[in-house]
Structures are given as C-alpha cells and as structure tokens.
C-alpha cells in the first residue's frame, strides 16, 4: 500500500545529483537522511549543501534560515538504518544497472513497506530495476537535471508495474520541490529528453564528419541564427563528449566517428580542458557571421522525428516533449512546435531526401510523423500537426484561465528564462486576449510563473536574428493590452524589466512584492526601451524619473517604485496574495460598465486637454445614470447592503 504523506526522505548517494535532490527535499520542509558509502563523501555532500543553502539565503530565496533548512538534513553511511523510517528513498548512485538493482533489492529488504522508492537515473530501464525488489508497483524514476536546484524540470518514469498511487506521489513530491515534472509513459532508453536533445549534438557531429560543416560554422547558425542557447559542439563540450557516446552504446544507431575519435583521445570536452574547443584557451569562440551555409533543418528535422517517434510509441505527449525540451534541454521552443512552425512536411521531405541520399537509419522518417503528413496535419499553418492550433490556444508560453467571477489571469510561463518574451510569447498574450470575449471578463490579471520575475523583458536571443520589423511588433501586445476594456492588473513577484516592465506600465494597475525590482535596463543593451516604456513612463512618473530610468538603465526595488507613483502598493512577500484578492475582489465585483467607462475616461482625458477630458468625463457620466448598476448601488446604499451589480 502506498502512502502518499510522505514526511521522511533518504537520498542515497551524496554527489552532485543526490546532495541536490536532498537540499531540495529539505528546502520543502521534509526531513533529510543523505546516505553515501563513506563518511568523507557525506560530509563533503554535505558541505556542498550548506555553501548552496548561503547563497539561496543571500539572495532571499529561502522560506526558513539556511540553519532551519540544514537542521533537517543527517548523514548516514549505513544503508539499513538510512532507509529504515523512510516514506520516500530516491536514488542518485552511479549508473549502473547492476549496482542499482543490488541497491533496490537491499534497500526493499530494510526500508518501510509503505515507502517509495524512486531512481534518479537518466537512461536505464526502471522496470528492471524494480524487478529487483518485491514492490515493483512502488518503483518510479525520478530523473532530475543537473544541477537540481537550478533546473526546473522532472521527468516522472513509469515502469510497467509503476502502480497509479505511486505516480501520484512521485508527482505530489515533484510538485513539492517547485519542480515541473513530465510524465514518460514507456520506460525507453534515454527518456524525453536525451532523445530529443541527442540528435541535436549527433547531427552536427555527423556533418562534420561528412565534410558539410565546420564546429564554428554549426554553432554560431545554431546560436544566432535558430536561437539556442549553445550550438551542438559548445553543449558537447560542456555535458561531456563521453555522455553522447555512450548514450549511443546501448542503441542500434553508431556514434559520429568525430565524437568517438574525441572519446578515444580522452578529449571529452570542459571536463578535461579541451574537446572541440579548447578550454584552457579561447573557448568556444564562434562569430555571428561564421554560420553561413549551415544546413540548420537537417539537425532539426532528426530533433523533429525524434519527437514523433516518442509521441508516437506513446512514451510522451507533445506538450510533455515541449515541455522537456525548454526546461530540460534548454531549448527555445519545444521540439514538436518546432516542427509544428517548420512544417511537418518540409521535415518529412528533408528526412526522405538524406535516407535516400545516404541510406542512413538515422533518417528513417518514424512512423507518426508520416501518419501526421498523410492526413494533412501538417503544423501551424494547417491548422493541425502535433498540436491542434483551430481553438483558442494551444499555449506554449502562457497560462490562460477564466473564473466564475470573469477574472481571466493571464500568467506568462518561461521560468526558464525569467519569463523573457520570445516572438511566439508576444504573439500568445496578444492571441489570448484576442480570444477572451469582454462580455465575460470582468478583469484581467497578469503574472509570471516560477518564484523569480514576473518577465526580464524581451528574450535577447532573439535580438540578433529577428527583423527590425519583427522587435518593433513587440508594441502591438503591448498595445493590445492597453486597449483591452476592462481593468488590468500587473501582479509583480520578482523581476520586472525591459518589455515585462513596459507590459506592467501598460496594466491599470500595478501590485508587487517588496523584493521585486523594476526598471528599463535597455540602454545597457545599446537600445532604448521599444514597447511604449519612453512614453507611458513619463506620463506616470514625469519627465525627470522617466529619463532618470532610461539613461541609467539601473533596476529600482519596489519601494522606490512605489515611492515614485509606479506602483500601486509594494507588500511583503507573505501579504501579497491577499491584497492582490482584495484588488480583484473589488474588480469583479464592481459595476462592470462604470468600470469600463472610467478606465476609458482617464485614458482618454491623459492625452487631452483639461476641458476636453472633462467633457468626456461628462458625457461618462450622463451615460451612467442611465444603468441598471446606478439603480442597484443607490438601491443598496438606502438599504445599507452590498450591491449586486450585473455580471
Ligand atoms: C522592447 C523590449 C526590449 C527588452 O525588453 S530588452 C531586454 C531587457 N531586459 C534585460 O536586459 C534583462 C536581462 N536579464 C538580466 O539582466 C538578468 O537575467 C537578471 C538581472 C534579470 C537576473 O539575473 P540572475 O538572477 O543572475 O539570472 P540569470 O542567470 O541571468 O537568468 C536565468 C536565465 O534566464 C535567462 N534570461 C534572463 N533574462 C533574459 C532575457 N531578457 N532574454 C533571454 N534570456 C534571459 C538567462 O540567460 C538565464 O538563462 P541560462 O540559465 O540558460 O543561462
């Protein structure tokens, strides 16, 4: 029977992996036994969790004091007495298969009947490993990113016997952590993940190989010319070239003979100085211009089959292997709406082309993708590819959701870049209010997902790649905004820069926590701020505060912020929630034309004369007294009573 309260957490195995996963579990309020085979690995472990815990600390990013966190946590060297009041063990040993079914198969003999036990590995099969216990159904993986504390993402592994139970606590736990986890259905090797971001490093390798590219010339396409935040031989390096390798030994398809001659030579990238970079030198030191030529579909194309092989052979779904990809790989878009914008067909040719040109298995088109393309679900311009893009959505970036009361909480959800805004980004707050029927709303609020911004602004990235034309749309979102009829209200947690600042300028209304900070840091980038900042500022702060903004580009605290009229109030962290209630609560249960007409009224009497204001004012008013609402709030005042205005 599974429990799923869990309260008692044993790691095992305090590397990297596992002192991370254990600092996270502490962090959450559980109490911690870290378990390594020598006390020296433990205490090391350890010591790496306190210097970690400081730094959160410092940076206020901690609920309890570093010393409150830490008191939660032991060491232990002796698995029985690990693992003995153990609700959940989660494993981070090396990965080996042999190692971690003795492991399991010891750990079921000591630890509690009602405990999970979960594996961190990031490849190996968790249907064997919990063959090796007599609980297979409480057996799940748990594959955290490195490192643990920093990466956002889970990827919650079912065996075939993971029981529902158990997924549902790996899921609770995972969700504890503050993490996001996706769900692989089929315990494949490599997961979600690796397999999508495999090809991307292999591709290159492989053209390399072939004479059709050079390691400068595919990275810096990669990087400025498809956004990515590090081309294919840069991450090599940096996650190790022997990890690629080996990723391939247990698979049909070869290695490139440019990653295993790096292999044999024991140049394995950052690790051992040198790679195909050399990093006791330059480094990777790719120009802009050097990605000429490059043939960016052909990586792309193998990421995109890849994807469909997954959804396909319903291991993930494609939001999952969209998810995966951002938080996971780091990648810009998720791969399936990369293929979804690329087109299906057009990687489905380019795929057909290199099999035939080649004979390569690695090109094979997977099953689902040719399925999707004969039935003419073919991506974003056919309405349908992996994603159904006829309705309202789908949203990759942001989180949109309607209440009963018709406040519709837009909430932009890139954590993984402090919420930057990508040009999809832009587009997807522009379509989500494009969609929402204003009969049906009666406010609007906008926030960022993660604990760190509410948005750092427009994604960089994207800047040396995109159109003049393109940057400068940033301002219709913004625009739209503005222009939407019913009350806004920016909710501020953390970071509120660049466009995030200027999409805040354009809300009516402007709540933060006390330790969020604000400003227009453009002209750092050689760039003024593009999305109204220059002139919506000046008209809340005035002229002096506005250019003191601009020119110094610096972020302001909340208090200051507050001080300067640019915010409506500044709370602590732990009030916010409930002032940001008392704001909507007024906003939706307000008298929705009066409301209309008096966001309208002072928006229009800004840029006007005093007495042409006035006459709008006016004419506001008049209108007003001719409304149901007027009747029911002087109704309710002679009654003394709350009014009830029409929804
Ligand atoms: C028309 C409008 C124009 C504009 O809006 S221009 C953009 C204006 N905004 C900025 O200039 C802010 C840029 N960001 C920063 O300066 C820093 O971030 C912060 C001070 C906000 C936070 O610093 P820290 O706490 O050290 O976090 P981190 O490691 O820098 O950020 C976490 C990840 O988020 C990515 N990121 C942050 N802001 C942006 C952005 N605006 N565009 C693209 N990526 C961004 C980073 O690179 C990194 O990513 P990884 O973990 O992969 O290294």
Request: one cysteine or more.
């Amino acid at each position: 029977m599974v429990e799923s309260d869990i309260e008692n957490v044993t790691v095992l195995g305090a590397g990297s992996m596992g002192h991370g996963i254990a600092e996270l579990a502490a962090i959450a309020g559980y109490d911690v036994v870290v378990r390594d085979i020598e006390e020296e690995l433990v205490a090391d472990g350890l010591e790496e969790v306190e210097w970690s815990l400081g730094k959160l600390e410092e940076k206020g990013k901690l609920d309890d004091s570093a010393d409150a966190v830490r008191a939660r946590m032991t060491g232990e060297t002796d698995l029985a007495a690990a693992v003995a009041d153990a609700d959940l063990v989660v494993e981070a040993i090396p990965e080996n298969l042999d190692l971690k079914r003795d492991t399991f198969a010891e750990v079921d003999d000591h630890a509690p009947d009602h405990a999970i036990l979960a594996s961190n590995t990031s490849g190996l099969s968790i249907t064997a490993i919990g063959a090796a216990t007599d609980r297979p159904e409480q057996v799940v993986g748990t594959h955290f990113f490195n490192p643990p504390v920093k990466m956002d993402l889970v990827e919650v592994v079912h065996g075939e016997q993971t029981s529902e139970a158990t997924l549902t606590a790996a899921h609770e736990f995972v969700a504890d952590l503050g993490k996001r986890a996706i769900d692989v259905k089929r315990d494949v090797h490599g997961f979600i993940v690796n397999n999508v971001m495999l090809p991307f490093i292999e591709e290159g390798a492989w053209m390399l190989a072939d004479g059709d590219a050079t390691v400068r010339q595919a990275d810096a396409a990669m990087v400025y010319q498809r956004g990515y935040p590090m081309g294919p031989f840069e991450l090599a390096d940096y996650t190790g070239i022997d990890i690629a390798y080996h990723f391939r030994e247990d698979t049909d398809l070869d290695s490139p003979p440019t990653i295993a001659e790096k292999v044999e030579a024991d140049d394995l990238g950052k690790k051992t100085g040198r790679g195909f970079y050399d990093w006791e030198g330059d480094g990777p030191d790719y120009e802009p211009g050097d990605g000429e030529g490059f043939d960016t579909l052909r990586v792309e194309a193998r990421m995109v089959n890849e994807a469909a092989r997954l959804v396909g052979n319903d291991v993930a779904t494609p939001d999952d292997v969209d998810l995966g990809s951002r938080l996971g790989a780091r990648f810009p878009e998720g791969v399936c709406r990369l293929g979804d914008q690329l087109g299906l067909d057009a990687v489905l040719d380019k795929l057909r082309t290199l099999h035939e040109q080649t004979g390569a298995e690695r090109f094979a088109p997977a099953d689902y993708l040719v399925e999707l393309v004969e039935d003419g679900k073919t991506g974003v311009d056919a309405g349908e590819g992996f994603h159904d893009y006829r309705g309202d959505g789908p949203y990759q970036y942001v989180n949109k959701s309607l209440d009963d009361r018709g406040v519709l909480e837009i909430e932009f959800d890139r954590p993984e870049r402090l919420n930057a805004f990508s040009e999809t980004m832009f587009g997807e707050v522009e379509q989500a209010l494009d969609n929402a029927d204003p009969d049906d709303v009666s406010c609007v609020v906008f926030s960022g997902a993660g604990e760190d911004a509410f948005s750092s602004g427009a994604d960089i990235t994207g800047f040396m790649t995109s159109e003049p034309t393109e940057l400068m749309d940033v301002d219709e979102t913004i625009q739209a905004i503005d222009e939407f009829e019913r009350p806004t209200l920016a909710r501020i947690d953390g970071f509120c820069l660049g466009a995030g600042f200027e999409i805040a300028l354009a809300c009516d209304l402007r709540l933060a926590t006390e330790d969020s900070s604000l400003g227009a840091p453009e002209i750092n980038l050689g760039l003024i701020p593009g999305g109204g900042g220059t002139q919506r500022l000046t008209r809340i702060v005035g002229e002096g505060r506005a250019k003191e903004l601009v020119f110094r580009g610096e972020q302001i605290s909340a208090e200051r912020a507050a001080d300067w009229g640019l915010l409506n109030r500044a709370v602590p962290a732990e009030e916010f929630d409930d002032v940001v209630a008392e704001f909507v609560a007024d906003l939706a249960n307000g008298p929705k034309t009066a409301l209309k007409v008096a966001k309208r009224v002072i928006d229009d009497g800004q840029d006007a004369s005093l007495d042409t204001g006035l006459d709008v004012e006016s004419q506001g008013f008049g209108l007003l007294t001719t409304t149901d609402d007027m009747v029911e709030g002087v109704t309710a005042f002679r009654d003394d009573r709350e009014p009830e205005f029409e929804r």
